[in-house]
Nanobody, 124 residues
Framework: QVQLVESGGGLVEAGGSLRLSCAASGRTFSTYGMGWFRQAPGKEREFVAHITWIDSVTYSDSVKGRFTISRDNAKNTVYLQMNSLKPEDTAVYYC??????????????????WGQGTQVTVSS
C-alpha cells in the first residue's frame, strides 16, 4: 500500500507560479510511474503530466511548455512546477502512482493509488 500526500496548492494570480509536491510512503517509490491529474467543478478528472521510473515525461497539450514534472527518489517525492498559470488551470490537483512504472499512463484507470488532492485557484 502506498499513501500519497499532496501539498503546495493555493491562490495565485494569472501569470504566477506554484509548485506542488506529492510525498509518498513506502520503499518502492522509485519503481512507480507517477502522474498528476486535475479536476475542475463539474468536469471529469483529466490528465496533466506523468513521469516514468526512468524519468521519461509526458504532458497534456494544455500544460505543455508551462508545467514541469520531476521526481526525487531519495525523498519519495514527485513535483509539479506550474508556471504562467491561467484561470482555466483552476482545479483540485491529484497525484497518483502506477505500479507499472515503465509505461506512460495518461488514463485514470492505470493508476493504483491516489492522493487526497490540493486546491489550485488562479485569479484573473
Amino acid at each position: 500500500q502506498v499513501q500519497l500526500v499532496e501539498s503546495g496548492g493555493g491562490l495565485v494570480e494569472a501569470g504566477g507560479s506554484l509548485r506542488l509536491s506529492c510525498a509518498a510512503s513506502g520503499r518502492t517509490f522509485s519503481t512507480y510511474g507517477m502522474g498528476w491529474f486535475r479536476q475542475a467543478p463539474g468536469k471529469e478528472r483529466e490528465f496533466v503530466a506523468h513521469i516514468t521510473w526512468i524519468d521519461s515525461v509526458t504532458y497534456s497539450d494544455s500544460v505543455k511548455g508551462r508545467f514541469t514534472i520531476s521526481r526525487d527518489n531519495a525523498k519519495n517525492t514527485v513535483y509539479l512546477q506550474m508556471n504562467s498559470l491561467k484561470p482555466e488551470d483552476t482545479a483540485v490537483y491529484y497525484c497518483a502512482a502506477d505500479r507499472s512504472g515503465w509505461r506512460t499512463s495518461t488514463g485514470v484507470d492505470n493508476y493504483d493509488f491516489w492522493g487526497q488532492g490540493t486546491q489550485v485557484t488562479v485569479s484573473s
